[in-house]
Nanobody
């Protein structure tokens, strides 16, 4: 069973940058879909960025132009490069993967369809 472990969270000031990593215990290529989610205190979890096996990406409007999702399949690692951070980016960030077969676009997957999750890494942005 694939396990995901996030790292790279911490505290940063407004306007700063941070890179999150998510290491998979084995290659998550069955569907290729991987996604970063986040959950701010008192709010529902939301999708941030999605990537498929070919490297195609989609982003939430709130992070477009500031965040970049990428993956290194040789290292079984998913990344989220965050820049121009704002206090509203403060949240627990989770990586997720769908390890089952999926022929459709990753952008169509709903949160509950991701079957493998990391434990989360906390990001705090201070003003």
């Amino acid at each position: 069973q694939v396990q995901l472990v996030e790292s790279g969270g911490g505290s940063v000031q407004t306007g700063g940058s941070m890179r999150l990593s998510c290491v998979a215990s084995s290659y998550t290529a069955s569907s290729g879909c991987m996604k970063w989610f986040r959950q701010a205190p008192g709010k529902e979890r939301e999708g941030v960025a999605t990537i498929d096996s070919a490297g195609r990406t989609t982003y939430a409007d709130s992070v477009k132009g500031r965040f970049t999702i990428s993956r290194d399949n040789d290292k079984n690692t998913l990344y989220l490069q965050m820049s121009g951070l704002k206090p509203e980016d403060t949240a627990m960030y989770y990586c997720a993967a769908l390890t089952a077969l999926w022929a459709g676009p990753c952008s169509l997957l709903r949160e509950r369809e991701y079957n493998t999750w990391g434990q989360g890494t906390r990001v705090t942005v201070s003003s």
